[in-house]
């Protein structure tokens, strides 16, 4: 139920956001089209399944905050490399991804693929091919500080113990 | 000068640095795409476009929007770019993977065979 109602809310937030108009006439189509789309897609059941789905909010947002940080670095590796392409050396290893759920391996994907330098190649159920531009870069994922800290918020989200 | 005035001016520098650097990361990624060998590689070039320009442009447009309403929508394009973004990257590399395209890799090993475990 709180993830139907969150969902709902971003909903609606994003209508208000995108028009940035408050008549009535389109008050009552936001509401309209807001239950238009719950229905539609509670009848498909495309909403996820996470229990609590407020429990990660603050290890999200902190999480996103360290990727940022991590983003920046490697862009830094990367921009290097495109001045020097002599110095690449790409890679391609398989990283465990122990994620419980799909949403949190999929987490963990869009990191590793958001990160410049690093790409997910394909992902099979617990492992994940990743081309590395540079060998630091693969060994970095390999040590898996990142795979643990998606690891942190799927537990929270399942509702498991980490 | 007021301090309303100063803020002003800070916030005009903010906007116009972050502009600055999202800009060049868009020039190098895009020098990447022609200097690096192979498909896989230049995806990573790619990347800091994605990444690094994208983030950069865009939070400096959010800084010198004029007013909350559209620093709001280049907000949800960012959220959606970042999510979208990496995505269509993997997409891209996992359908060259699939379809035989090989990477070539520093010291010209194959691609590692997926562990058994």
Known sequence: ?162 | MTTLDYLELIRMWAGWALLAVGSGALVIGAMGLFRLPDFYTRAHAAGVTDTGGAIGVLSGLIILSPSALVAAKLAVVLAVLLFASPTACHALARAAFRSGLRPQLDGNVPPPARPLD
């Open chain 1, 1 to 162: 139920m709180t993830q139907r109602l969150l969902f709902a809310s971003v909903l609606a937030a994003l209508w208000l956001v995108l028009s940035g108009h408050f008549s009535p006439f389109l008050i009552t189509t936001l509401i309209l089209s807001v239950f238009a789309v719950m229905a539609l897609i509670i009848h498909l059941g495309l909403l996820g399944q996470a229990p609590r789905p407020l429990a990660a909010l603050g290890p999200l947002l902190r999480y996103w905050a360290w990727l940022a940080l991590e983003m920046a670095k490697a862009n830094g590796a990367v921009i290097r490399a495109v001045l020097q392409p002599s110095r690449i050396s790409p890679t391609m290893i398989w990283v465990r991804a122990d994620q419980e759920s799909e949403l949190g391996r999929a987490l963990f994907a869009n990191s590793i693929t958001l990160t410049p330098g690093t790409i997910t190649v394909l992902v099979e159920y617990h492992h994940i091919l990743v081309h590395a531009l540079e060998r630091d870069g693969a060994t970095d994922l390999a040590g898996g500080r990142m795979g643990r800290r998606c690891a942190r918020i799927d537990a929270l989200l399942t509702g498991r113990t980490p």
